[in-house]
C-alpha cells in the first residue's frame, strides 16, 4: 500500500536549471542598467534581494492586523513591530546626528490629522479585500497568482490618480494639520523611551494574545 502511494507521488522537477538561467537574466540586467547609472545594478540586485526575503518570510503588513483577528497568530505582527523598533534605532541615529551638526532633520515630517485616519481605514478595507499590501501584492505578482496582478493594477491606477490630485488634497486638508516631532515636543531621550514603550507593550500583547488564543483552541 506505502508503495502504491509513493508511486503515485509526483517526482517533483528539477529547478537548477531554470534557476540557472535566472541568474543569468538578472546578471545581465544588471549590466545592462549600469550603462544607464552605475548605482542602478545595486537597486537592481537588493530589490532581488529584499523579494526573495519577502518571499522566504511571507513578511506582509496587511498580514499582521489581519491574522490576530482571522487565526489569533501573532508571529507576524511581532516581525513587524520588531522591524519598526529596528528602523527607529536607525533613523533617530541619523537624526540625531543632523540635530548635534545643526544640519535639517533628513525624513518627512508630515501633518497629523483627519485625513490619516480616513486614508488608513479606507487603505485597510482596500489591502484586506486585494488579500495583500504593497509588499504583498508585489511579492504575490511574482508568485503568480492572478488576483494580485489585478490588485497591482488599480493600486497603479488609484496612485497615479492621487497624485494627480495631490495639489488639491494637500492645501485643503493636510496643510492645516499640526507636525508634531517628538524630539522636538518631549527631548529625544524621553521621545525614544516613549517610541520604545509603546513598541514593547504592543509585541507583550501580541504575544499575550496569541497565547491566550493557542490555550482556547
Not at 489585478?150 to 497615479?160: A, K, M, T, W
Amino acid at each position: 500500500m506505502e508503495r502504491a502511494k509513493r508511486s503515485t507521488r509526483k517526482k517533483k522537477a528539477n529547478q537548477l536549471p531554470i534557476a540557472l538561467l535566472l541568474l543569468v537574466v538578472i546578471v545581465a540586467v544588471g549590466f545592462y542598467l549600469s550603462n544607464f547609472s552605475p548605482s542602478n545594478p545595486s537597486f537592481w540586485f537588493f530589490g532581488i534581494l529584499l523579494g526573495l526575503t519577502l518571499r522566504a518570510s511571507r513578511f506582509c503588513f496587511t498580514a499582521s492586523m489581519r491574522d490576530p483577528v482571522l487565526t489569533g497568530g501573532t508571529n507576524l505582527t511581532k516581525a513587524v513591530i520588531v522591524a519598526i523598533a529596528l528602523a527607529t534605532v536607525g533613523f533617530a541615529a541619523i537624526q540625531y546626528k543632523a540635530s548635534l551638526t545643526g544640519q535639517p532633520i533628513p525624513g518627512n515630517i508630515s501633518p497629523v490629522g483627519v485625513h490619516i485616519a480616513i486614508g488608513a481605514f479606507m487603505f485597510g478595507i482596500g489591502m484586506v479585500i486585494a488579500g495583500g499590501c504593497a509588499s504583498g501584492t508585489l511579492m504575490r505578482v511574482g508568485e503568480g497568482f492572478s488576483m494580485q496582478w489585478l490588485s497591482l493594477v488599480f493600486f497603479i491606477v488609484g496612485s497615479v490618480w492621487g497624485a494627480r490630485d495631490f495639489n488639491y488634497w494637500k492645501p485643503t486638508f493636510i496643510d492645516g494639520s499640526v507636525k508634531i516631532f517628538l524630539p522636538d515636543v518631549l527631548g529625544w531621550f524621553p521621545a525614544l523611551v516613549v517610541q520604545f514603550g509603546l513598541l514593547m507593550g504592543l509585541f507583550i500583547l501580541a504575544d499575550w494574545f496569541s497565547n491566550r488564543k493557542s490555550l482556547e483552541k
